[in-house]
């Protein structure tokens, strides 16, 4: 069973949340708790997943978002590295998907002439929030700040200052370039200020 772990669907093989780079992180958190000695194929596992990701469009619903997106590929990376006090992932491979991500971003931005130097869509949408949107995206980016070129860094700040412009009412909508009506205003970790706040 455990050959085909995270490999249901091919365009769900890199996910965090929603496939196959999750199972595998937890697996190796797992047995490595267990000290079971396959720990270690399991991260590696996990690592060649990385290859997925290169491509500024590997997803056609986005490929950027955390659920199943490059940033959530790096969020699993980020829990590993905390958990198992090691970087699972080579500096080659995490300034190439940081790359994927901005790059994406700034195609994205211009092509739809975007004030955003940085924006992303989620089939079609242009989320904000942590689940499918821009701030999660830019937490990861801040992450692993330390890979990115100065110029880039530059970018998520730009972004991190349009994002913040966007508040209201002490919230951020859904998606970019909506309003917020107080009867229908949602405050969930997916969709307005507790999720920024939480990353």
Excluded at 80 to 109: D, F, H, N, W
Excluded at 182 to 199: D, M, Q, Y
Aim: aromatic share 12%; proline share 6%.
């Amino acid at each position: 069973y455990e050959e085909e772990w995270g490999e249901p669907d091919a365009d769900t093989r890199a996910a965090f949340l929603l496939g196959g780079a999750g199972v595998y992180a937890v697996a190796a958190l797992v047995y490595q708790a267990l000290g079971l000695p396959d720990f270690g194929r399991l991260l590696g596992r996990f690592r060649e997943l990385s290859q997925i990701c290169a491509p500024v469009t590997f997803l056609e619903c986005g490929s950027d978002e955390l659920f199943v997106g490059r940033a959530g590929y790096l969020c699993a990376a980020l829990v590993l590295k905390q958990k198992l006090g090691m970087e699972i992932l080579t500096p080659v491979q995490i300034r190439s998907i940081c790359q994927a991500i901005l790059e994406s971003g700034k195609q994205y931005a211009v092509k739809k002439r975007k004030p955003c130097p940085l924006m992303y869509s989620y089939y079609g949408t242009e989320y904000l929030g942590a689940a499918h949107g821009l701030s999660s995206i830019l937490q990861m980016l801040l992450s692993y700040y330390e890979y990115l070129q100065p110029a880039d860094q530059e970018l998520v700040w730009q972004s991190i200052d349009f994002l913040m412009d966007q508040e209201q009412n002490s919230n951020w909508p859904p998606e970019l370039g909506e309003t917020i009506e107080r009867e229908n205003e949602l405050v969930h970790w997916c969709h307005g200020a507790p999720g920024p706040f939480s990353n």
